[in-house]
Each structure stands twice: as structure tokens, then as C-alpha cells.
């Protein structure tokens, strides 16, 4: 495996987890149900491989999720990173809405560490900026986490450049996770260049398309009943079909490398800049040890020429959430 530093001094594997699917249920599906103890297996495997950098938050499950990577993470917390989010507001397991305050802050780094079986979270998030609470109030609670020595770093998730550059006034902000993608490059305009500016490492959900980009998704009847992705836009009827034409030119350098459509499209994603770590989702150790690869596929200029032939910043179909996602995002 190889590594890279995101912001002030976060050095990571180059590759990391995104946890989100390895719980069975919960509120956000991907494919079939995870078998949990496939996940933790996928977990160990990666450990193994020199991963080191593993994603979860609060509203996966919600609260389940971090409670398996906590499970998962026993015995093996040396040299890890583990990322964590806050920011919304619970009635029991009921999402009610955002929540920046500094209170919920200090309140929700409690119950992450509680179920995660640490002691310090090395890269502590605001999931979603709150309109309603400024982020000097939100960054500066988390500052104090820092000196409490309750979180490592402090990241941001889905911020625009306008509060990013407010945030970075309060406190060093050493990651940025927002979407990044063959088929999600709008970042590429104002807030990466801004996290440049400022020293924020980025961190890339969702790099493969929510699936979409790995090919093995032709149709939606390849989904199950309950997928999440059967609401996404861009999976939607005559989006679907012209979204395919990135899927295919994926799939034509794959074969000129003999790689995956997913090892290519994290290695586009990796070509963009050394501060970029891309969190693919996994369940399983099969998905998880192809992606792991990407790292040793190199694209040439030709192999870089054809994917942005096939994939403009702006030229995917279908906006990436509904209108509730989108008012949620780049704020």
C-alpha cells in the first residue's frame, strides 16, 4: 500500500474504507444486505494490506456502524486512522435534522468514542454544515475537542469554499469530504482549488458512481427492491443510458491494463493530486482487495484524454441527490 498526507501532518493509506455498507439493515442500502461478519473479515483483510484509514459516522445505522468498526478495530488500533461524524440531531434512532452547535459537538464526540472503543478520533467531521449555526461556532467546539485530546483533526464535510475559507480561520481543518468522481467533478472549480490554498487534504466519497462506474449495474432491475440508488437521479430512466457512455469508457482502458472499472476509476481519482484519498464503500473482502489494487494501475495521457472525452466536469446526467440532498450540500 501507499500513503499520502492529507492536511497538517494526516498521513493516510492511499486507499481508504468507506464503512457505510457493512451494516445489515439500517437506513441506507446498497446491493444485498451486509453480512456483518464478512464486514469485520473485510475490515481485517485491509488492515492486512496496509490500509490504514477507515470512514464511518454517527447516521450510518444509524449508531450501528461505528459500533461494528469499534468491534472490528479491537486489538488493532495501533497505527489506524478513524474517521467519524456529527451533525445531525436524533429523536432515539429518528433522524430529526442538522445540528452544528458546539453542545452537539461535545455531546455526539462522547457517544462516537463510546462505540468505537477509543479514546481519541483521529479525524473528526461535521457531516453537513448547519445553515443555521455558524461555523465559527461549530469548528471553534471542535478546536476544543482537540485540546481536550478527544479528536486528532478536524475536518469538514460538503462545505463550500466561502465556509471553508471561515472554518480554516478558527482552527487548522485537515480534510474535506465531499463527492468526487468520474461522474461528480464539480469540485474541481472553486473548492478544491480553495482546500489547495488552505492546506485541506481531500477525501472523495462515493469515487466510484455509487457503483455505477465499476459496470456491474446495466440496469436497474439489477438492483434490489430497497436499494437506496432506485431514487438517485442520475440512475433514473434516460439519465441511466447516457450515463453508460462513462461506464464503457471506464471499461475500454480497464481492459487495455487489465484492471477492474473500479481500479481505474479510483486511479483517475488519484492522478488528480497527491492530497487526494478516495473512500471506496466496501462489504466484502473481494471488492475490497480489487480496489486496493488502484494504486499500482498508472494511466498514461491517452488513458487520461478518454475518460475526460467521456466525462466533463458537468457532463453527467441527472443532478447527484434529489432536492432535499441538494440543499444539503456545498453550503
Not at 459500533?67 to 433522524?95: C, P, Q, S, W
Request: glycine fraction near 10%.
Amino acid at each position: 500500500m501507499k500513503y499520502r498526507n492529507l492536511g497538517h501532518g494526516l498521513k493516510v493509506s492511499a486507499i481508504g474504507v468507506g464503512c457505510m455498507p457493512m451494516i445489515k439493515g439500517g437506513n441506507i442500502l446498497y446491493g444485498e444486505a451486509a453480512d456483518p461478519d464478512e464486514a469485520i473479515k473485510t475490515i481485517h483483510r485491509a488492515i492486512d494490506l496496509g490500509i490504514t484509514f477507515f470512514d464511518t459516522a454517527q447516521i450510518y445505522g444509524p449508531f450501528q456502524n461505528e459500533e461494528l468498526v469499534g468491534e472490528a478495530i479491537k486489538g488493532k488500533r495501533d497505527e489506524l486512522v478513524i474517521a467519524t461524524k456529527f451533525g445531525f440531531r436524533f429523536d432515539g434512532n429518528k433522524i430529526v435534522g442538522v445540528d452544528g452547535s458546539a453542545a452537539n459537538a461535545k455531546a455526539s464526540v462522547e457517544g462516537c468514542l463510546k462505540r468505537l472503543g477509543i479514546d481519541c478520533i483521529d479525524l473528526f467531521y461535521q457531516h453537513r454544515v448547519d445553515p443555521n449555526v455558524p461555523i465559527e461556532e461549530t469548528v471553534g467546539a471542535m478546536a476544543d475537542l482537540v485540546k481536550e485530546g478527544k479528536i486528532k483533526h478536524i475536518g469538514l464535510s460538503e462545505a463550500g469554499p466561502a465556509t471553508l475559507r471561515r472554518a480554516a480561520a478558527v482552527a487548522p481543518i485537515s480534510a474535506l469530504q465531499s463527492e468526487y468522481s468520474l461522474w461528480e467533478r464539480d469540485i474541481e472549480e472553486e473548492i478544491l482549488p480553495t482546500c489547495r490554498e488552505l492546506g485541506i487534504g481531500f477525501v472523495p466519497y462515493s469515487p466510484l458512481g455509487r457503483g455505477f462506474l465499476t459496470g456491474s449495474i446495466r440496469s436497474l432491475d439489477d438492483l434490489p427492491e430497497n436499494d437506496w440508488r432506485r431514487n438517485d437521479p442520475r440512475y433514473q430512466g434516460e439519465n441511466f443510458a447516457a450515463n453508460l457512455k462513462v461506464v464503457d469508457a471506464v471499461g475500454d482502458v480497464a481492459a487495455k491494463h487489465g484492471a477492474s472499472n473500479a481500479q481505474v476509476a479510483l486511479a483517475w481519482l488519484l492522478a488528480q493530486g497527491e492530497d487526494i484519498v478516495p473512500i471506496p464503500g466496501f462489504k466484502r473482502r473481494v471488492t475490497m482487495e480489487d480496489s486496493a489494487k488502484a494504486t499500482d494501475v498508472s494511466l498514461d495521457a491517452d488513458d487520461l484524454a478518454k475518460l475526460e472525452a467521456a466525462a466533463p466536469r458537468g457532463g453527467t446526467a441527472g443532478p447527484r441527490y434529489g432536492e432535499a440532498g441538494m440543499r444539503m450540500v456545498r453550503l
